[in-house]
């Protein structure tokens, strides 16, 4: 069971990895203007880490508890997913959201939400 444990705590730390890496290459991938692709693409990634440092940051001071940071994390994924699937990634997208899901599902049943 520790096994399990230690294993999604591994898959969350790879899913906030991926999150940012993956709202860098689609807003460096907007079919706009190059400074503004450029700004979406440096600033995506950058308003997702305050977000999360702010209400989901287990040392946070401001830390969201029970089903709102539940919540919180299930937009900013679903985020992710839905700019995977833009990208015309939808097999990503559905992995992505199907590890999400086991994720958070495991993460409340172990109460490392």
């Known amino acids: 069971m520790n096994l399990l444990k230690n294993g999604n705590i591994a898959l969350a730390f790879l899913l906030e990895l991926f999150s940012l890496i ?12 190059k400074g503004i692709r450029v700004s979406i693409g440096i600033l995506a990634p950058i308003l997702m880490m305050s977000i999360w440092s702010i209400w989901c940051a287990p040392s946070s ?3 969201l508890e029970g089903l709102w940071l539940l919540l919180v994390k299930c937009l900013l ?29 495991l993460s409340s049943y172990f109460g490392t939400l």
């Open 22 to 33: 993956i709202l860098g290459y689609w807003g460096f991938t907007l079919q706009v203007d």
């Open 61 to 63: 001071a401001h830390r």
């Open 77 to 105: 994924f679903g985020v992710i997913a839905y700019c995977l699937f833009r990208m015309n990634y939808p097999l990503a997208a559905i992995i992505f959201s199907t590890a999400t899901l086991l994720n958070l599902s």
